[in-house]
């Protein structure tokens, strides 16, 4: 075939420059490659660690909620019997001055039949 040698010699001259060409380019996509997977195992591993955080703030959170929960029913039990007691108390001595003031009534009316 004629020009086939001349063919043969002009790939041969360029054979290195795409040989370079084809390594490059496996190079790049190989540095890609690594860069991607270093990228998404540091995200992966960021994501682990924010996803910890927040259970140990999430359990942080529901044991400040419980403590509060139990102040709570302490002081509400803590008002209901000291109201109680002050209701109590307040009624006691209302019973008594309505008897003192009946007392006085009654002394009262008989120091004027006394007088009269």
Do not use: H
Not at 60 to 78: H, M, Q, S
Request: glycine fraction near 6%; hydrophobic fraction near 45%; proline fraction near 1%.
């Amino acid at each position: 075939m004629p020009g086939t040698d001349q063919l043969l010699q002009s790939a041969a001259n360029q054979g290195w420059t795409a040989l370079a060409l084809v390594v490059i380019g496996i190079g790049m996509m190989g540095a890609f490659a690594f860069i991607g997977k270093w990228l998404i195992g540091n995200a992966d591993k960021r994501a682990t660690e924010v996803q910890a955080s927040f259970a140990d703030y999430r359990k942080e959170a529901a044991d400040r909620e419980n403590r509060l929960a139990d102040r709570v029913n302490k002081l509400e039990t803590f008002i209901e019997i000291t109201l109680t007691k002050l209701i109590s108390d307040c009624s006691t001595a209302l019973a008594e001055n309505a008897k003192a003031m009946q007392s006085l009534r009654e002394n009262c009316a008989a120091v004027k039949n006394i007088q009269n």
